[in-house]
């Protein structure tokens, strides 16, 4: 697609369910990212996805966070047990190649979000 | 660890007016970026700076990067209210992934 297209826009969540957050990133866009952004706060990573690499999970504030890509598409983003103080958006984002950034600095593009509330 | 702080938190402008804002990061990076945010929506990329000295403008915005410092500002010139949005700048270090946000900068400008 055009850009970075996320799914749902909006869910409200009854609290303990488990939510799943779709992202589809830029076509040919092998890194892609996750982050956080509470109500009038910045953001806050959590993810990071690169190609066939591992991972870089270290922003995941608990085990009830996970996400998984399937090759350099589509990725999920699951919260189980959900608490109100994960209600946020949760936005993903995606760029050419993270070659360190000192030869491509490309830009990262961002999806519009999902916007979740835990009630 | 890396720490990113911007300020101002919130700018109130007139229209016409100049003003900077300021981004601070803790240690050396080499991937600076700024974001525009319109309430309720996404992120809109504005700029990457890359080199120590990287100047870039675009209409009204133009970015600056100092490395030695670790400054990067944002300079809005004749500010005009399509301009009212919140700012956030990013940095990036050569081998992490974690692109740290500042807290961004509420700004609005008025008649």
């Known amino acids: 697609g055009a850009g970075v297209s996320q799914s749902p826009s909006n869910k409200v969540t009854e609290k303990g369910k488990d939510v799943e957050l779709r992202c589809d990133p830029i076509?040919?866009?092998?890194?892609l990212y996750w982050y956080r952004q509470r109500l009038g706060q910045g953001l806050e990573f959590l993810i990071y996805?690169?190609?066939?690499?591992?991972?870089?999970k270290s922003g995941l504030p608990s085990d009830r966070f996970s996400a998984e890509r399937t090759g350099e598409s589509v990725s999920t983003l699951t919260i189980q047990r959900t608490q109100q103080e994960d209600s946020a958006v949760y936005l993903c984002?995606?760029?050419?190649?993270?070659?360190?950034?000192?030869?491509?600095?490309?830009?990262?593009?961002f999806g519009e979000g999902s916007w979740l509330t835990v009630v | 660890e890396l720490k990113v702080e911007q300020n101002p938190l919130f700018l109130s402008m007139q229209e016409g007016k100049n003003y900077t804002i300021y981004c601070n990061y803790s240690?050396?990076?080499?991937?600076l970026y700024w974001y525009r945010q319109d309430p309720g929506k996404s992120l809109e990329s504005l700029f990457v700076l890359l080199s120590n000295g990287a100047v870039k403008q675009e209409g009204r915005l133009m970015a600056s990067l100092d490395t030695k410092a670790r400054l990067s500002t944002l300079h809005i010139t004749a500010a005009v209210h399509d301009l009212s949005a919140t700012y956030f700048c990013?940095?990036?270090?050569?081998?992490?992934?974690?692109?740290?946000f500042g807290a961004g900068t509420r700004l609005t400008v008025k008649p």
């Open positions: 996805f690169q190609g066939n690499s591992a991972p870089d």
């Open positions: 990013a940095v990036a270090q050569y081998n992490n992934n974690d692109m740290r």
């Open positions: 240690t050396t990076s080499d991937r």
């Open positions: 076509s040919g866009h092998t890194a």
């Open positions: 984002a995606s760029s050419l190649s993270h070659n360190g950034g000192r030869v491509s600095g490309n830009t990262i593009y």
